[in-house]
């Protein structure tokens, strides 16, 4: 999307701020085309090694946003011997490194700017995946948050192409604008590629994985100060410790990984 693209690992990312995504968001829905956006992790980037399908993927989308603060560090660390990478992953919480990328966009924030705005220019939302019921707590939680919000359809079902005429069917009912799929990567963006043609309303569709748990409150967020330090992962470990491999790939593998393809 941006004139100036960066790729870590092969992944394609977008060099622009928060307010610029947003702003390039909506030129898009004003567009007779229609898009699929990412938020690559450090985990989706160490999954795309192993699965070239969903490499390609990331590598079609027409706009990727850096959710991790390890996509940050990895960009800043690109061109950097080995003493000096590992140097400025150790300070990551106290220092933020000159990158290309301007800052790390979470997903979680990104779908909140989204239906902000969504809300101001009447754009109509589609809330598909998670656990049932989750996708529609999260409508209540943000028709309170942005009482001018239109949203028109949620549902949980599966990734599953046994549902997709199914799903198709309920959204195309409905005629949104904008899709948000919460199946966990890679088969959000799986269930996107094959599917974004046959929902001809959606101009944009984007996958953010656990995002439905944390705004509709099944899962707490991390304090906003662990949030800017980048040590948001801490805070989910202590709360959910079975989650340890998941964040060990976030934290420990991919620096590695990163670090030896270099």
Same mark, same amino acid.
């Given at each position: 999307m941006s004139e100036a693209r960066i790729s870590i690992m092969q992944v394609p990312f /977008? !060099?622009? !701020?928060? %307010?610029?995504?947003?702003?390039s968001i909506f030129a898009l829905l004003d567009s007779d085309t229609q898009h699929h956006i990412a938020t690559p992790n450090p985990e989706m980037i160490l999954a795309a090694q192993n699965d070239p399908e969903f490499l390609a993927l990331l590598q079609l989308t027409t706009l990727n946003t850096p959710d991790g603060i390890g996509i940050v560090w990895a960009a800043s660390a690109e061109h950097d011997p080995i003493w000096k990478s590992v140097l400025k992953l150790a300070l990551l919480p106290v220092k933020k490194p000159r990158t290309p990328l301007p800052e790390r966009v979470t997903g979680v924030d990104l779908f909140l700017d989204i239906c902000h705005h969504a809300s101001q220019t009447s754009k109509k939302i589609f809330l598909l995946g998670a656990q049932p019921g989750v996708a529609e707590k999260t409508k209540q939680v943000l028709e309170t948050l942005y009482p001018q919000i239109q949203i028109v359809g949620t549902h949980s079902g599966s990734p599953s192409?046994? #549902? #997709?005429? @199914?799903? @198709?069917?309920? =959204?195309? /009912? &409905? %005629?949104?604008? =904008?899709?948000? &799929?919460?199946y966990g990567a890679p088969a959000q963006e799986k269930w996107i590629a094959r599917n974004l043609r046959k929902m001809p309303t959606v101009k944009v569709a984007i996958g953010v994985g656990g995002t439905f748990d944390f705004v509709s409150g099944q899962i707490r967020r991390a304090p906003l100060l662990l949030q800017k330090t980048g040590l948001e992962w801490l805070y989910r470990l202590y709360k959910e410790p079975t989650r340890w491999k998941r964040i060990a790939n976030a934290t420990v593998v991919f620096p590695w990984r990163f670090l030896t393809s270099k």
């Open positions: /977008d !060099t622009l !701020t928060r %307010s610029q995504i947003i702003e192409p046994f #549902e #997709e005429e @199914k799903i @198709k069917d309920l =959204i195309n /009912d &409905v %005629s949104p604008d =904008i899709l948000f &799929v919460a």
